[in-house]
Nanobody, 126 residues
């Protein structure tokens, strides 16, 4: 089992940047595909980005391509989401999740993820 704790959220003006971190404990992160998801009030949770166990394959949702970057440091058991050029529509609670697989391509399916953090709030003001 793995425990996940997100950090780095906050309030930022449109056009600004934030870096979210997801620290894992309990098991080595190198056994997991990792994903970042977000959920805005009244909306379904959606995938933002995902990265395979080695960092060699990533996925970014169309809405964040060119603005967000996902990366990982397995030695630090941490996954990151660098968010640049933030927009008000990026406002949401952001969650990291772990999928116990060493598949080459990271899954985009919420149901594939086994463990979830509590989330961190990102608010982008216009």
């Amino acid at each position: 089992q793995v425990q996940l704790v997100e950090s780095g959220g906050g309030l930022v003006q449109a056009g600004g940047s934030l870096r979210l971190s997801c620290a894992a404990s309990g098991r080595t992160l190198s056994m997991y595909t990792m994903g970042w998801f977000r959920q805005a009030p009244g909306k379904e949770r959606e995938i933002v980005a995902a990265i395979n166990w080695s960092g060699g394959s990533t996925y970014l949702a169309d809405s964040v391509k060119g603005r967000f970057t996902i990366s990982r440091d397995n030695a630090k058991n941490t996954v990151y989401l660098q968010m640049n050029s933030l927009k008000p529509e990026d406002t949401a609670a952001y969650y990291c999740a772990a999928d116990f697989t060493r598949a080459i391509r990271p899954s985009r399916v919420i149901g594939e993820y086994d463990y979830w953090g509590e989330g961190t709030q990102v608010t982008v003001s216009s």
